[in-house]
């Protein structure tokens, strides 16, 4: 053809630090019959005024503020050049499209989102030690330099992306420095992907390439094909996304009344299940690592990798939403609490104040809206407050409007040093009494008070259990087919949330991966007066755990939106 094709439509190929981006996006491209642009096009190299040196060598980061036309233009046209060569003959449907990766794309997401509103990013997840174990290799054979004579840097040159704060990092061994270097590069990407509309993001795991790759690469390819949404809503359902459930599992919301919400930390997205007349709604809406939930009198919280935040229902704006007619509930979010990463797990609501497990830091915390958060209670066999996460404390349950009963994965009080008994060195505590419950569990979560019983799943067995408080006695309930974790009840029905555990490194040796070669992921609903299973939902492709589950009561057709929504921003609620 005469002219490359325009407007430029890019897949955005993006990973952690460490993970071979480049190598997926060749794969993909081949498998979708698209162009495939050089790694080497880089806007920090393409464009001079974005480098690092116009900057006073901060890092190469870029954001939607640098997304200028007098920047954004001649890139594109060295793009689609590169793209679409003199002469070069492709599908009609293709001509704009281009498949896009190159080194520290991760940091630039909110400057291609920007430049190209309707690009698509597909998100490369891999196992994060192994990406680490990559860098350290990269920094010593000198394969990923990219600063080479970066000023007051000593030692071996700088390779991978300079992220912010590198200077902090003078005199650091390559392993600290690596360190240091996914964690700052893993949290830009976690944030900005989270702004970025949800239908626009894909996931591929490295994992599931190298397992299935005829199949993995199916499902991306499936979304890539699907028309977008120009406004970004998107459909409620992409293929990436997709479930499948039993009528009985619609019928019981329909009984109920009720929305069900889940939280997908690893896969990153606060998910509503809605009844419809034709089975399950799955919603989806981006949030980065959302894991615990909590719900009070019309306000919904989510802890996320760096926030709490808390969403309220505006009833009254839920005629407006399109289609007319069809929600009867809108979450507006109403307040955002930056605690940074304390691995926010459990939430819950106990005489006015929310209270969250800080995992990282071994604790139960409050907020002041001052300090990252208030250290309220820690465990006896604790010394002392340290970001090293040292028993894995990671439920809570509220009896009485009080918090009462904790679990934790071990008693050790050494950095990460529950990991070693992790199969059967899980606890449950008495908060008020500082008194173990019961002892030899396999990585109990979501302790929850019901019908004047604690219940918890045991994790590792994949099971539902009660457990007696004043003997100690544990009773099974059901035994489920994956990770169980997320605990909601309605009467006698459980809504347990059920995760696939891949990750041999953290759990492999758990009695379920023993007893279950492969495990489900969704939410299985158990009749807790027989142990059986009445309802499930599945989810199919991208999303392979669950960390929370909570319904909404009075609530059938709910939607939640996000801060960057037009609509939130000229919404005002007042008293």
């Keep these: 053809m005469d002219a490359p094709p325009t407007?430029?439509?890019?897949?955005?190929?993006?990973?952690?630090?460490?993970?071979?981006?480049?190598?997926?996006?060749?794969?993909?491209?081949?498998?979708?019959?698209?162009?495939?642009?050089?790694?080497?096009?880089?806007?920090?190299?393409?464009?001079?005024?974005?480098?690092?040196?116009?900057?006073?060598w901060d890092s190469v980061r870029l954001g939607r503020q640098d997304a200028k036309p007098r920047w954004v233009e001649p890139l594109g046209d060295s793009w689609s050049g590169a793209a679409w060569p003199q002469g070069r003959e492709a599908r009609e449907a293709d001509r704009s499209t281009v498949v896009v990766t190159y080194d520290g794309i991760a940091q630039h997401v909110a400057f291609l989102a920007a430049a190209w509103p309707d690009a698509r990013f597909v998100h490369v997840e891999a196992d994060p030690h192994e990406a680490r174990a990559a860098m350290v290799d990269g920094w010593g054979a000198g394969t990923h330099v990219t600063q080479p004579d970066l000023p007051g840097w000593e030692g071996l040159p700088w390779s991978y992306a300079l992220v912010p704060g590198w200077r902090a990092l003078r005199g650091r061994s390559v392993a600290e420095t690596v360190e240091a270097q996914w964690e700052t590069a893993h949290r830009i990407l976690e944030q900005d992907l989270a702004e970025v509309p949800s239908p626009r993001v894909g996931r591929l795991a490295v994992g599931d390439l190298q397992r299935a790759p005829e199949e993995a690469l199916s499902d991306v390819l499936a979304w890539l094909r699907a028309a977008p949404d120009p406004s970004g809503a998107g459909p409620d359902q992409a293929s990436t996304l997709r479930s499948t459930s039993t009528a009985s599992f619609a019928e019981l919301l329909q009984a109920l009344g009720a929305t069900l919400v889940m939280t997908t930390y690893q896969s990153g997205y606060l998910v509503l299940a809605r009844a419809q007349e034709k089975g399950v709604n799955t919603h989806f809406r981006r949030l980065a690592r959302p894991m615990g939930t909590a719900y009070r009198d019309g306000l919904l919280t989510v802890g996320t990798k760096s926030d709490i935040v808390t969403y309220a229902n505006v009833p009254q704006l839920a005629p407006a939403l399109p289609p007319e007619g069809s929600h009867d509930a809108v979450f507006l979010p109403r307040h955002t609490l930056h605690t940074g990463d304390i691995r926010v797990h459990d939430l819950a609501w106990a005489q006015g104040q929310l209270w969250a497990v800080a995992t990282r830091f071994s604790c139960l915390a409050t907020f002041d809206g001052r300090h990252s958060f208030v250290p309220r209670w820690r465990p006896p066999f604790i010394s002392g407050l340290a970001a090293e996460d040292r028993c894995h404390l990671n439920g809570l349950a509220v009896v009485d409007d009080r918090v009462r009963y904790v679990t934790a994965l071990g008693t050790t009080d050494t950095a990460g040093g529950w990991r070693a008994t992790k199969e059967r060195g899980g606890i449950i505590m008495d908060v008020e009494t500082d008194e173990v419950v019961a002892e030899g569990l396999s990585m109990p979560h979501s302790p929850t008070w019901h019908r004047d019983q604690l219940w918890f799943l045991e994790s590792g067995e994949g099971a539902l259990s009660r457990v007696d408080v004043a003997t100690g006695r544990v009773e099974r309930v059901a035994e489920l087919p994956g990770f169980t974790r997320g605990l909601s009840f309605a009467g006698r029905y459980a809504f347990v949330g059920l995760s696939e555990v891949r990750e041999a490194n953290l759990f492999g040796g758990l009695p379920l991966t023993a007893r279950l070669e492969e495990r489900e992921c969704g939410v299985w609903v158990v009749d807790i007066e027989t142990g059986s299973t009445v309802a499930w939902l599945r989810?199919?492709?991208?999303?392979?755990?669950?960390?929370?589950?909570?319904?909404?009561?009075?609530?059938?057709?709910?939607?939640?939106?996000?801060?960057?929504?037009?609509?939130?921003?000229?919404?005002?609620?007042?008293?």
Excluded: C, H, K, N
């Design 7 to 56: 407007p430029l439509r890019p897949v955005f190929v993006v990973g952690d630090l460490g993970v071979d981006t480049a190598g997926v996006a060749e794969r993909l491209a081949d498998a979708a019959g698209l162009p495939r642009l050089p790694g080497d096009l880089d806007p920090v190299t393409s464009v001079p005024a974005l480098g690092a040196d116009r900057r006073g």
């Design 539 to 575: 989810f199919d492709a991208a999303v392979q755990e669950i960390y929370d589950v909570a319904l909404l009561p009075g609530m059938r057709w709910p939607e939640i939106l996000d801060s960057t929504s037009e609509r939130a921003a000229d919404t005002f609620l007042l008293p």
